[in-house]
Every structure is written in C-alpha cells, then in structure tokens.
C-alpha cells in the first residue's frame, strides 16, 4: 500500500524556521515527482514547491527565496526559513506519476 507521512510541523514565531518531512512507501519513489501544498482555513490548497526526479525545482512566488524543496532516496523535505504569519496552514506532502497520492498533511502555524 502506498502511504505518504508527513512530519515536522508545528507551532513557530515569525521569522523562525521549520523543516517538514514526508516519507513515502509503496511507490518507486526515484521516479515520481514530488511536491509540497498548503491549505489555510476558507482557502484552496496551493502548490508551495515541486521537485522532479532529477532534482529540478520550482516555487510558488510566495515563498521564492524562503523555501527550499529536497529529496533523498524516500523522503521529500522542505526547509522553511524566514516563517510569516500568511505561512500558516496545513502542508500536505504529493506524489506523482501514472497515479497521484497525498499525505495527511501537517499543521504549520506561525504566530507571536
């Protein structure tokens, strides 16, 4: 069964830093891409940043310069440095290739 985890979120100040974690089993993971959304409460999930199997990366314009999307042999990161309170929301880690799969999401919240 395929299953993505995420983790790592949690309660921060403005302008700290958190780095989120998503391990995927199931799915041969060198050849997916991979990706990070958010979700804030009355809003819709919005693409944060993708990454492809050779390590190509793109960002939301939000967040250019602030995050940074990685992967190693089965685990997506995003470093998320220079936190706003407009960051908070819930991060759902992505897989996609012939099938999409999503994670359950972790709470990011960023408040004083």
Not at 42 to 59: E, H, I, P
Not at 90 to 108: E, F, K, L, P, R
Request: include cysteine.
């Amino acid at each position: 069964q395929v299953q993505l985890v995420e983790s790592g979120g949690g309660l921060v100040q403005p302008g700290g830093s958190l780095r989120l974690s998503c391990s995927a089993s199931g799915i041969s993971f060198s050849i997916y891409y991979m990706g990070w959304y958010r979700q804030a409460p009355g809003k819709q999930r919005d693409l944060v940043a993708t990454t492809t199997s050779g390590g190509t990366t793109n960002y939301a314009d939000s967040v250019k310069g602030r995050f940074t999307i990685s992967r190693d042999e089965n685990t997506v990161y995003l470093q998320m440095n220079s936190l706003k309170p407009e960051d908070t929301a819930v991060y759902y880690c992505n897989a996609c290739h012939i099938s999409v799969y999503w994670g359950q999401g972790t709470q990011v919240t960023v408040s004083s």
